[in-house]
């Protein structure tokens, strides 16, 4: 019997963050299992036999096999009042943004929930077109918290290189809601039958800017791509993917 190892790819992580270069680079998920997973007992009594517990549960288990932790890099607080978000991070140098209710309103209500965009310090790329999904660690919180909400999606870090997360807050209430430095606060998944593999990089500002500039203000996404892609065929080295 032949056993064909799986090939591999290297996704490349760049950050001009030190801080986020020596304090929390994104790690395989197996980095990552949720405290009450070390408490919990591989299996209990249950009248008269023994049952398994979530620990033995291989779908939870290949979750965090196969799958990659982006941690939060510095503290985050967040205070709501009177429908408005103020927010402050601790190493006084990330940033996020806002999107205007008018792009998102028919998906979810502007009067109980507000936008708010965390840049990510970290930009990634990929040689090959791998989709991955990109969500809240859902074992790692409680999965019924209202309060903040990580928008999931699926990237793909070929042609475009940034890793922001979007979030919706409650805003109809009054709360101070905090993000803590090493919390898991991503986890990316490679749709994938490669073997990926993680490397951390620093690089400059000047390089980490040209890494994802935007050419314009709608589909840039798909434009890149699409100008990418012809570049590609007319390079004489280019013989296609071969993978």
């Known amino acids: 019997m032949f056993f064909l190892k799986r090939k591999e790819i290297i996704l490349d992580c760049f950050t001009n963050n030190k801080s986020a270069y020596d304090f929390s680079q994104i790690k395989p998920s197996l980095n990552y299992y949720p405290n009450w997973f070390y408490t919990m007992k591989n299996k209990i009594d249950f009248e008269t036999h023994e049952m398994a517990t979530l620990k033995k549960c291989e779908a939870f288990l290949n979750y965090y096999?196969?799958?990659?932790i982006m941690p939060m890099w510095t503290d985050l607080g967040i205070y709501i009042e009177n429908m408005k978000c103020k927010y402050i991070f601790a190493d006084h140098i990330s940033t996020a943004q806002n999107h205007n209710s008018e792009q998102w309103r028919e998906f979810i209500n502007p009067m109980e929930y507000g936008h708010l965009k965390i840049m990510s310090p970290w930009h990634i790329k990929c040689k090959k077109e791998i989709n991955f999904m990109f969500k809240r660690p859902y074992w790692n919180y409680?999965?019924?918290?209202?309060?903040?909400?990580i928008v999931e999606g699926i990237l793909n870090f070929k042609y475009q290189h940034s890793s922001h997360i979007n979030l919706f807050l409650k805003i109809n209430q009054q709360k101070k809601l905090s993000i803590k430095f090493g919390d898991p606060l991503i986890y990316l998944l490679p749709l994938t039958d490669y073997n990926v593999k993680i490397k951390s990089?620093?690089?400059?500002d000047k390089e980490f800017f040209e890494l994802n500039t935007d050419l314009t203000?709608?589909?840039?996404?798909?434009?890149?791509?699409?100008?990418?892609?012809e570049k590609e065929k007319k390079c004489p080295f280019n013989f296609g993917d071969k993978s």
């Open 65 to 68: 096999r196969n799958g990659f």
């Open 142 to 149: 409680h999965p019924f918290d209202a309060d903040i909400n």
């Open 201 to 204: 990089h620093l690089i400059s």
């Open 217 to 229: 203000f709608i589909n840039n996404y798909r434009i890149k791509k699409k100008i990418l892609k």
